[in-house]
């Protein structure tokens, strides 16, 4: 779902390269959006003087809002805080669309009008002829405003006070005590720390030692008094007890395995106990067994695992797009190649139903190489993130490329935490760095 508090990440020469190509690809995009709201505009409505990347095809669009399909369904608009825009009644829409003054370009009239958040204006017409990757431009109801990032019309107010220096992370005697002292020198003029016998500095003692035995009576008390937080085993058998529920002194956990399948195998669900440990088959001690219980589970909530699953590649439209930025919630990807498979074991239509029908429903993310090297020192193994897929799975083709792409979303509640490169641009060219996408 497409949200304006999350910038993407563009390669702005990649794309000024793949703009340039694309008239002789025969297609064509959006490159950029004026806004009016004075005459001759209608009160109450806006006009947006919409210019394309060369003339190819503007015709076309304007002869299909003239033969009858609605304005607003050729060129939706999304977005929006007070004025919400959509297909709805009341909501901001276009309403109509002529030509404009020069040959790559068109005028929309768009009502009502909306307020000075982020809107996105897209073009749905015939991916043949329109670039989905310049199908879509950002803008607000401001005119002289080119761009999404406008600096506010007006003058910024007045400057809040100088809140009080509060130290949060003063946890012990020897923090307490340094921030008294800070406290004493701010207000009382000329003040300096003298000989501990002194009564201010027995003052500052006794009220250090005294929020140090506070601060560790809190942190017990608040840990120990909810469940998540409490670190004492008969605290959470406690509190277990008051859901009549008695812990047992055998303590189990649970962790998230990513398999590999060997290709040629077909595609399966686990009937019985896959039994697997860390270490590795040579390793003598200290080995971690781990045992799986998918066969407990019904088997429509079994994972499927099949080689076509092991890895996907971003699809960067021609390295337009090289990374995804952080709190990201949908990517558009394609099956890994293989020596015996150039296009991938799995093909678009294929990866999409397996999402769509519940089959593929896990995602693992990772950062295999240093994306400023592009080799595996100095990669960040933290950067490894668990996507639970929506059921949305949709394929697009990029007609530069002459491939299908599978565009996928994943809940909000796993919004990348990372920003994540997945080229590395080295002097003898691009080369990608690693295979991102696993499924788990």
Not at 79 to 99: D, E, I, L, N, P
Not at 250 to 265: D, F, H, Y
Not at 280 to 308: D, N, S
Request: with cysteine; charged share 20%.
């Amino acid at each position: 779902m497409w949200t304006d508090t999350i910038a993407p990440i563009r390669n702005e020469t990649a794309a000024a390269d793949r703009a340039r190509d694309l008239e002789v690809a025969n297609l064509n995009g959006l490159a950029a959006v004026l806004v009016a709201l004075d005459p001759p505009v209608a009160p109450g409505t806006a006009g947006l003087e919409l210019h394309f990347l060369n003339p190819l095809h503007v015709a076309a669009v304007l002869a299909e809002v003239a033969g009858g399909t609605p304005a607003a369904q050729v060129f939706p608009i999304r977005g929006g805080h007070r004025v919400r825009a959509g297909s709805g009644t009341g909501q901001v829409q276009v309403t109509a669309v002529v030509a404009g003054g020069v040959p790559e370009s068109l005028r929309l009239t768009v009502a009502p009008v909306g307020d000075y958040s982020t809107y996105r204006l897209e073009l749905i017409f015939d991916p043949a002829r329109i670039d989905p990757f310049f199908a879509t431009l950002d803008f607000k109801f401001r005119p002289g405003c080119f761009s999404s990032a406008c600096a506010p019309a007006w003058e910024a107010g007045r400057p809040r006070q100088v809140p009080p220096r509060i130290d949060y992370m003063a946890k012990d005697y020897d923090s307490f005590r340094h921030v008294l002292m800070t406290a004493m020198a701010d207000r009382v003029p000329g003040w300096q720390p003298s000989s501990e016998a002194d009564l201010d500095q027995v003052l500052i003692g006794l009220f250090a030692a005294a929020t140090d035995e506070l601060s560790d009576f809190q942190d017990r008390v608040m840990a120990e008094a909810y469940l998540g937080s409490a670190r004492k085993r008969v605290s959470v058998a406690r509190h277990a007890r008051l859901m009549d529920y008695h812990i047992h002194q055998g303590q189990q956990s649970s962790t998230w395995l990513w398999l590999e399948i060997a290709e040629g195998e077909a595609a399966f669900s686990l009937d019985h106990e896959l039994i697997a440990w860390a270490g590795g088959p040579e390793a003598e001690g200290g080995t971690v067994p781990f045992a799986t219980r998918e066969a407990a589970l019904a088997l429509a909530q079994r994972a499927e695992f099949a080689p076509g699953y092991n890895g996907f590649h971003l699809h960067t439209w021609s390295g337009a797009h090289p990374a995804l930025p952080r709190g990201a919630v949908g990517a558009d990807i394609v099956s890994a190649p293989t020596p015996t498979a150039p296009g991938g074991l799995i093909t678009a239509g294929e990866l999409a139903d397996a999402i769509r029908e519940g089959r593929l429903t896990r995602l693992l993310i990772e950062e295999r190489l240093n994306p400023m090297t592009g080799r595996p020192p100095g990669r960040n193994p933290a950067k490894r993130q668990l996507l639970r897929l929506l059921p949305e799975a949709t394929v697009i083709r990029d007609p530069v490329a002459a491939q299908d792409v599978v565009r996928i979303a994943w809940q909000g509640a796993d919004a990348l935490l990372h920003d994540f490169s997945f080229t590395t641009l080295c002097p003898g060219g691009r080369s990608r760095t690693f295979r991102p996408f696993a499924a788990i």
